[in-house]
């Protein structure tokens, strides 16, 4: 999903645009597969109750199923869902939340230091953590970004805007040394 064009300023492009890693979604999605189970299983033993009570435990067990999926397996997937992480040529952009909407925008040139963190389970997932330092006064920590080592790359080339280093066996200016002639 593309970010909005009319949303970014005139001449400004995307260059990364992403969601947190789906690593985040791990335990929600056990939960959920928990959560049924364990419904299923307190259904059939619902089943052996004496009736009216049996038609009552199922409506009591399935509106908690639903209560228990809806609250820790669809709000963390809406939540993963509308987390976005966008680089552009002139800033980088975190919007989130679908009722209270929050965002952040850091135009790259403020930006001072950035960095990247990642674990064994991280590298395993292929994510990491990245640490933007700018004129604020805490570093700001973006957890589960894809690609970590390439986003915080990407960064690095906008920030500092060296054309040699945007493609690997290029080189820069020679410098001038006093040879043989």
């Not at 789906?22 to 959920?32: D, E, Q, R, S, T």
């Not at 997932?125 to 589960?144: H, K, M, N, Y």
Request: glycine share 8%.
């Amino acid at each position: 999903m593309a970010y909005p064009d009319d949303l970014l300023s005139e001449n400004e492009r995307v260059i990364v645009h992403s969601h947190p890693h789906a690593k985040m979604l791990i335990w929600p999605v056990i939960g959920f597969l928990v959560t049924v189970g364990l419904g299923i299983w307190l259904v059939t033993l619902a089943a052996d109750a004496p009736a009216p009570w049996d038609d009552v435990a199922r409506i009591a067990i399935a509106v908690v199923a639903v209560v228990l999926i809806v609250w820790f397996f669809l709000v963390p997937v809406i939540r993963w869902r509308t987390t976005h992480f966008i680089v552009t040529t002139d800033r980088l952009i975190v919007r989130e939340g679908v009722i209270k909407r929050t965002g952040i925008d850091i135009p790259l040139g403020r930006i001072s230091s950035v960095q990247f963190e990642h674990g064994i389970v991280d590298r395993l997932f292929g994510c990491g953590t990245l640490v933007i330092e700018s004129a604020s006064d805490e570093p700001l920590r973006f957890d589960d970004i894809p690609r970590v080592e390439r986003v915080h790359t990407m960064i690095y080339r906008q920030v500092n805007d060296n054309p040699y280093d945007d493609f690997p066996g290029e080189q820069g200016p020679q410098p001038r040394g006093r040879g043989v002639r």
